[in-house]
C-alpha cells in the first residue's frame, strides 16, 4: 500500500506490527486457515499413497517424476516466480498513475504471453525427453518404463503451475491472498479423486495422472479473481515491434530473472540430489525419504504462511522508498519464522514415530516402512531452521528492485555441501546420510546468508546488513535470538521425548502427551532464556483477550464516532 505522508507511514507502520489487526492480520488468518487445509489434504494425498502403494520400487518410479512438479512448484510458485514478479508488480502499483500510460498492463502484455509459450515449450521437451530424464535422475532405477510414463503426465505441470505462479504473484501483488492460498487445496483435491477413481486400471500411473489434474485445478481456482483484478482486455497488443518503451513501465530482464532463477533452481537441486542418491539403495528407499520429508517439512510451510502475506508488502515498501517499514518487517519475520519452525521441529523430533503410525501405518505400508520413516524424519528435523530461514532471508534479500547474485552463491555452496556430505555418508548411513547432508546444506546456506548481513563498517556499534543498497537490518541481535530459541526447542523436545517414553497408553495418547509438552515447555524455557517473539506473542494474547473482554463496553462508542 502506498504511503502519502508522514500520517500514511505512521499507519502502515503500526499496521505491520506482528499481531496487530486489520488487514494484515485478516489476510493472515485466511492464508493460514487454507494453508493448513491444504496442508492437510496433502497428508491426505501421502495417506493415500501409502495406503494404495505402500513403498516399493513402483512408489519410487512415481517419486521420481513427481520431481518435475515439485521442481517445477519450487521454481514456478514458491520461490523464482514469486520472488521476480511481486517485486515487480508491487513496482508497477507504486507507479500506476504517474502519467498517461498503465504500467501494470504493460507488465502484463509484455510478460504473460511470452511465459506461456515459452513454458509450453519446456513441458513439451520434457514429454518427448522422458527417458533421458529418468536415466538422469535415478540411474539405478528399477522401474524405468513405469517411471518415464508418470513422468510424461507429470510434465504438464511444467505449463499449469508456470501459469499459477504468474497468477499467485500478481495477486498477492494486489493485495488478492485467498486464490493463491488456495491453490494446494485444489492440487490435493485433484490428485487424490483421480487416485481414487484410477488406481485399479492405471496403477501408480493414477497417481502422475491426478499431479496433472490438480495442476490444472490450480489455474481454474485462481483464474477468475485474476481476469477481475487484472487489466486483460487492454494488456495485449499493444506494444509494436520497435515502439520505445512506455516511461512508466517495469522491465524484466535477464539481470533480474537470472539471479533468482539460479537461486530457486540449486534450492530444488537437494532434491534431485537425493534421489540420485537414493536409487543406489535397495527399493523403498526414495519413498522413506519422500514421506519423512514431507511429514517433517509441514511446520516449516506453516512458519512461512505469514511472510507469504508480508512479502508483497516488503516489496511495495521499497518500491515506495519506505525502508524502515520494510526493515522492521523482514526482522519480525525472520524471529516469528524460526519461532514457529523450532516448535514444529520439536514435535516432529519427538513425536516421530507416533506421527508416522498415525499417518501412514495401514495398508500396504507397515511397521518396518513406519520405524525407517521415523528415523528419517528426526534426522530431517534438524535442517528446518535453516530451510526456514532461507526462504524468509531470500523474500529478504529479493525484495529490492535489484536482485543480488549472493543468494544464489550461498545457495550452490549448500548444495555443494549436500552433494559432498551425501557422496560420503551414504555408504555408511544409507538414507540417514542423505537426510544428514541435505540438513547440513541448507544451514550452511543459512549461516551464509545471515553472515552476508553484516557490514564491516566498525563505527556502528551494531552490525548490520544492505540489502538491494537500500536498507540495513539489525544482525547481532537477531543470531542472539535465533540461539535462545534454539535453546527453548532443545528444552521442549528432550522433555516431550521423555514424556512419550513414560506416559502409558497407546500412540495417539503418547503422541499427544508429546505435542502438549512441547506446547507447555517450549514458551516457559523461552521466558527463561529471553528468547524475542514469544514473551511479544504472549502480551499480544493477553492485550486481545482484554480488549474482547472490553468490547462491548466500547461498542456503544463506536457506534456514535465512526471515524475512531
Request: with cysteine.
Amino acid at each position: 500500500m502506498a504511503t502519502g505522508g508522514g500520517a500514511a507511514v505512521t499507519e502502515s507502520t503500526v499496521r505491520l506490527t506482528p499481531g496487530i489487526g486489520g488487514f494484515l492480520a485478516r489476510a493472515a488468518a485466511l492464508t493460514a486457515l487454507l494453508t493448513v487445509a491444504g496442508a492437510l489434504l496433502g497428508l491426505v494425498r501421502d495417506q493415500t499413497i501409502a495406503h494404495l502403494y505402500g513403498a516399493d520400487g513402483a512408489t519410487d518410479a512415481f517419486l521420481v517424476a513427481w520431481t518435475v512438479p515439485e521442481f517445477a512448484a519450487t521454481l514456478l510458485i514458491d520461490d523464482a516466480m514469486a520472488l521476480v514478479l511481486v517485486p515487480a508488480f508491487s513496482l508497477a502499483l507504486a507507479r500506476r498513475g504517474t502519467g498517461h500510460d498503465d504500467p501494470v498492463r504493460d507488465l502484463l502484455g509484455a510478460t504473460l504471453p511470452r511465459l506461456a509459450a515459452a513454458l509450453a515449450a519446456v513441458g513439451g521437451l520434457l514429454w518427448l525427453g522422458a527417458p533421458l530424464l529418468v536415466g538422469l535422475l535415478a540411474p539405478g532405477l528399477a522401474e524405468r518404463g513405469l517411471a518415464v510414463d508418470c513422468t510424461r503426465l507429470t510434465a504438464t505441470t511444467v505449463f499449469t503451475f508456470g501459469i499459477v505462479g504468474y497468477f499467485s504473484a500478481a495477486l498477492r501483488a494486489h493485495h488478492r491472498f485467498w486464490p493463491p492460498a488456495a491453490i494446494y487445496v485444489a492440487y490435493n483435491v485433484g490428485i487424490i479423486v483421480t487416485m481414487i477413481g484410477l488406481h485399479g486400471r492405471w496403477g501408480v500411473r493414477a497417481a502422475a495422472a491426478g499431479v496433472a489434474f490438480g495442476g490444472l485445478a490450480m489455474v481454474l481456482v485462481q483464474l477468475p479473481s485474476f481476469v477481475r483484478t487484472l487489466p486483460l482486455r487492454r494488456a495485449f497488443g499493444r506494444e509494436r515491434p520497435g515502439r520505445p518503451a512506455r516511461s512508466g513501465a517495469v522491465v524484466l530482464n535477464a539481470g533480474l530473472l537470472a539471479p533468482v532463477t539460479f537461486f530457486a533452481l540449486t534450492r530444488q537441486s537437494q532434491v534431485l540430489v537425493e534421489r540420485f542418491l537414493g536409487s543406489a539403495l535397495p527399493p523403498g528407499a526414495i519413498s522413506h525419504l519422500n514421506y519423512a520429508q514431507k511429514v517433517a517439512q509441514m511446520p516449516m510451510m506453516l512458519s512461512l504462511m505469514a511472510c507469504t502475506v508480508t512479502f508483497p508488502v516488503v516489496a511495495r515498501a521499497l518500491a515506495d522508498g519506505d525502508h524502515e517499514r520494510a526493515r522492521q518487517r523482514i526482522e519480525s519475520d525472520l524471529m516469528f519464522a524460526a519461532m514457529v519452525v523450532l516448535v514444529g521441529a520439536a514435535v516432529v523430533f519427538a513425536c516421530a514415530p507416533g506421527i508416522v503410525e498415525i499417518l501412514f501405518q495401514r495398508g500396504a505400508f507397515d511397521a518396518g516402512d513406519t520405524a525407517a520413516t521415523a528415523s528419517v524424519m528426526r534426522v530431517y528435523a534438524i535442517g528446518l531452521l535453516g530451510h526456514s530461514l532461507v526462504s524468509v532471508l531470500g523474500r529478504a534479500y529479493f525484495s529490492a528492485a535489484r536482485p543480488t547474485w549472493f543468494p544464489a552463491w550461498a545457495m550452490g555452496l549448500g548444495l555443494a555441501t549436500t552433494v559432498v556430505g551425501g557422496a560420503f555418508t551414504l555408504p555408511f548411513w544409507g538414507v540417514h546420510g542423505i537426510a544428514a547432508a541435505n540438513a547440513a546444506g541448507i544451514t550452511v546456506t543459512a549461516m551464509v546468508l545471515l553472515r552476508g548481513l553484516r557490514t564491516q563498517r566498525r563505527r556502528r556499534r551494531h552490525a548490520t546488513a544492505r540489502l538491494g543498497h537500500s536498507m540495513s537490518i539489525g544482525v547481532n541481535g537477531l543470531a542472539w535470538g535465533l540461539v535462545r530459541l534454539v535453546g527453548a526447542a532443545a528444552i521442549a523436545t528432550a522433555a516431550a521425548w521423555g514424556m512419550t517414553v513414560v506416559v502409558p497408553g497407546g500412540v495417539v495418547v503418547t503422541t499427544l502427551a508429546g505435542c502438549l509438552t512441547v506446547a507447555l515447555v517450549f514458551p516457559t524455557a523461552a521466558l527463561i532464556l529471553r528468547a524475542p517473539e514469544v514473551p511479544r506473542l504472549l502480551l499480544l494474547i493477553e492485550r486481545r483477550l482484554r480488549h474482547d473482554r472490553c468490547s462491548p463496553v466500547r461498542s456503544v462508542p463506536s457506534r456514535r464516532s465512526p471515524g475512531l
